[in-house]
């Protein structure tokens, strides 16, 4: 089977710069566009299932990205971005004014300094695995929009990767990256295509 995990367009977060993780902000014009690039660079691979996170962001990219297709959009909570706690919807700069050493720690190792009254890196791998483990058991190709977090969660637990990688994996707007799984192993085809 094939899984292709693809990032929500830019929302208005993007824009803001803020830490949103669970906030249901839309995207922007250019976010709409993104997804529909997506749609263009999928249009040729064969999709069966689309799983997506059910923040609009993330949904409604799913929605644009199949615009066409035969291939209903399931929302998921589990896709979810990672509930920032005390930092969501709240700017980068401030954050990093009023917590230097906090955030700094965050950006330096998100997997190990979650933010405070928020998920831990734990929480999140072990409900996106739990999507995983359900995607991979019906072995069909598969769609997945989300956010940067929860996929590159679920990239370093198909990859066999510690933790701390997570902070070093960037998903792009409007791009795919496409795994190969076959008899329990997985291989990377394509990241940020």
């Not at 208005?12 to 014009?29: R, S």
């Not at 609009?56 to 990205?65: D, I, N």
């Not at 066999?160 to 329990?184: E, F, N, Q």
């Amino acid at each position: 089977m094939r899984l292709y995990l693809a990032r929500h367009g830019e929302s208005e977060g993007n824009v803001l710069k803020l830490f949103y993780g669970i906030t249901d902000l839309a995207l922007t014009e250019r976010g709409r566009a993104q997804a529909r690039e997506l749609g263009e660079k999928l249009s040729g691979i064969a999709i069966s299932r689309c799983l997506a996170s059910p923040l609009s962001r993330a949904a409604e990219t799913a929605r644009l990205a199949l615009a066409g297709r035969d291939v209903p959009v399931e929302l998921c909570d589990g896709l979810m971005e990672q509930d920032m706690g005390e930092f969501e919807n709240k700017g980068y700069e401030q954050l990093l004014e009023e917590f230097p050493e906090l955030v700094r720690g965050m950006l330096a190792d998100w997997s190990a300094v979650p933010p405070p009254g928020g998920e831990s890196f734990e929480t999140v791998y072990e409900r996106t695995g739990a999507v995983l483990r359900d995607v991979i058991s019906r072995g069909e190709d598969t769609l997945i929009v989300a956010h940067n977090g929860s996929l590159a969660t679920l990239l370093i637990r198909l990859l066999d990767m510690k933790p701390r990688a997570v902070t070093h994996l960037w998903m792009l707007h409007g791009c795919y990256t496409s795994l190969v799984i076959r008899d329990g192993f997985t291989r990377l085809e394509y990241f940020n295509r």
